[in-house]
């Protein structure tokens, strides 16, 4: 729940004005400096030109992408990640292994950086996501914490309605399901990227329809 001293995502220059004064000094320094009318003119353009931008780029159609696949899956991802980069496309794949820095922080921070989320689905894809600390699952659910469009892509004859795959669709990771996929097949690889890059990742951020996550869905059946 958001408390009443935060600025939301969306918001008006006189709603920032109000939430300014009540943030606390870990957040904006000084309470008495903040509060000086020298001061808060400037703290309030900030605060709307961040609004301002965040909304902008949530309107916008975004060519930036971040692929997530299993080593063994790697010659998907390289083709996928020279079509769409062709076509003009910022996309990010952990190719070769992150050579310095903390990887988490590197995979999380260029999955925020990036309004497009692609997982590359096999049959074999999720058998390791029942693991807690598995980094596909990890990817995957962050993606969805941060709401980017998501789009799993279907390799290989993998299918959500097989028992296996349903058994290792568990916890957040259920709604994957519910997402708007896409079938690729080798023969007809280049007719399913433009339908991708056409209609998959052709929309804005904001338009992108999430599913209601499990406990969401648990609490809705219990009213």
């Given at each position: 729940m958001r408390r009443s001293n935060e600025i939301p995502e969306k918001t008006s220059l006189r709603a920032v004005d109000s939430?300014?004064?009540?943030?606390?000094?870990a957040d904006i320094g000084d309470l008495s400096a903040a509060r000086n009318q020298k001061i808060r003119p400037i703290l309030l353009l900030f605060y709307a030109?961040?609004?301002i931008c965040q909304d902008f780029s949530m309107?916008?159609?975004e060519k930036t992408a971040f692929i997530s696949y299993r080593r063994r899956d790697v010659a998907?991802?390289?083709?996928i990640w020279q079509n769409l980069t062709q076509h003009g496309y910022d996309v990010f794949f952990d190719y070769s292994g992150i050579g310095s820095g903390d990887f988490a922080q590197v995979i999380i921070g260029n999955i925020d950086a990036r309004a497009h989320f692609l997982v590359l689905l096999t049959p074999s894809a999720l058998e390791n996501c029942s693991e807690p600390g598995d980094w596909l699952r990890r990817d995957i659910e962050h993606a969805m914490g941060v709401r980017r469009n998501i789009v799993p892509l279907m390799?290989?004859?993998?299918?959500?309605?097989?028992?296996?795959i349903k058994k290792q669709l568990n916890g957040q990771l259920a709604t994957l399901s519910h997402y708007n996929g896409l079938e690729v097949?080798?023969?007809y690889f280049d007719e399913?990227?433009?339908k991708l890059r056409e209609e998959r990742l052709n929309v804005t951020r904001d338009a992108v329809i999430h599913p209601p996550s499990p406990a969401v869905e648990e609490a809705a059946r219990e009213q």
């Open positions: 939430a300014l004064h009540g943030r606390k000094i030109v961040a609004v309107r916008r159609i998907w991802a390289i083709a390799l290989d004859n993998f299918s959500f309605g097989r028992p296996r097949y080798p023969a399913a990227m433009r």
